[in-house]
């Protein structure tokens, strides 16, 4: 049973090609379930009611199971004569595993499936990615190789290319006459990193960011994502580059009177700083200008500036930018926000005192 890309599959449903039986959506990013199961209603449910959607949840206690869910598929067409959506969650690990009984169940159902009924086995774990790896290597192949049959088909919720999902965000959002720029599509890119197809979970939202032209651009992006304004938060780090107490001190109070947390700011100077470091030593090994964005996940509008300020840096400098900023961090966990905000304003003369003595 070989599993189907995510966006093929909702793509056959949008074109409303017939749906399989029997579904099974998986995978580490389970949140991307719920547009299947919405593509499903949209699609084959012209009057979403408590006779043709029902919803089973699959949890530790035992008093729900593939009885119900069966029964519930196989009573179909006595209620209604369009199709029923029958949606099984599968919420805690031990439900996967099923038990002798249920073997035989699914296995006899899935031989004559009711041809009024659509179910989907949604497997919505909150796991580590290891924890899920384990999982699908272990319980998840053995249900699939239980429910394998000319019936079914497996959903493979993981293995998304960024270019997928940013052509997803793109046509979704036109279909709403809103269109997102390519700058603001690779900021939220460079903000998420390996998580960027989580950003199809704010499509809903994108429509109240736009502004009136109905254009979504970068300074929307980091404004109403990480909440920090764009300009500010380089200038910041212009200003620690500089060493320019006065220009940094600025930035700061700009920062915290629009509400951005002193946590945030420091969280982003570590993982600035970070990627420089990161940088100069892919340079040392003669990587590319861009193998390093790639593998930093720097977009290209950012790029070139980027390596020119890493060029810039020194070890030693670097160093001591680096012994602050984690020392900082370290402190505002323990010492809470007040802390935090007091560290920031401390550490570009720490940093200045740092060079004097060094």
Do not use: C
């Not at 046509?171 to 690779?186: H, V, Y």
């Not at 404004?223 to 200003?239: E, F, K, N, Q, R």
């Not at 505002?332 to 060094?358: M, V, Y």
Request: proline fraction near 4%.
């Amino acid at each position: 049973m070989s599993p189907e890309g995510f966006f093929s599959f909702l793509q056959k449903i949008n074109r409303r090609q017939p749906p399989p039986p029997f579904t099974i959506l998986s995978g580490f990013h389970e949140f991307l379930g719920e547009w299947v199961i919405q593509a499903y209603i949209q699609t084959f449910l012209e009057d979403p009611t408590d006779f043709n959607f029902r919803r089973y949840y699959l949890e530790s206690d035992e008093n729900t199971g593939w009885g119900d869910v069966v029964e519930e598929a196989r009573t179909a067409s006595f209620f209604i004569q369009s199709r029923k959506v029958i949606v099984a969650t599968v919420r805690d690990p031990r439900r996967i595993s099923l038990a002798k009984a249920d073997q035989e169940l699914l296995r006899q159902y899935l031989e004559k499936p009711s041809s009024h009924s659509l179910i989907i086995l949604y497997i919505s774990l909150a796991l580590t990615p290891d924890d899920y790896k384990q999982l699908r290597k272990g319980k998840l192949a053995t249900l699939f190789k239980h429910l394998d049959s000319p019936a079914t088909r497996v959903v493979n919720l993981d293995g998304i290319r960024d270019s997928d999902v940013s052509a997803f965000i793109r046509n979704r959002l036109k279909e709403r006459n809103i269109r997102i720029t390519t700058g603001a599509l690779e900021r939220l890119q460079e903000i998420l990193g390996e998580r960027f197809v989580t950003s199809i979970q704010w499509i809903n939202q994108f429509e109240t960011w736009a502004r009136e032209e109905g254009v979504i651009d970068i300074p929307d992006v980091d404004h109403m994502i990480s909440g920090v304004d764009p300009h500010s938060i380089w200038d910041l780090t212009d200003a620690v580059e500089q060493e320019n107490a006065v220009a940094y001190l600025k930035v700061l109070r700009y920062l915290f009177a629009n509400g951005v947390k002193p946590a945030m700011v420091i969280g982003t100077l570590v993982t600035y700083y970070n990627k420089i470091f990161t940088a100069r030593f892919l340079l040392r090994q003669h990587r590319s200008t861009a193998e390093i964005g790639k593998i930093l996940q720097q977009p290209s509008f950012f790029l070139e500036r980027f390596i020119h300020t890493v060029r810039r840096f020194s070890d030693n400098r670097l160093g001591r930018i680096l012994d602050l900023i984690y020392r900082m961090d370290f402190e505002s966990k323990t010492g809470g926000e007040e802390a935090a905000r007091l560290l920031l304003q401390q550490f570009i003369f720490q940093l200045r005192a740092r060079r004097n003595h060094g």
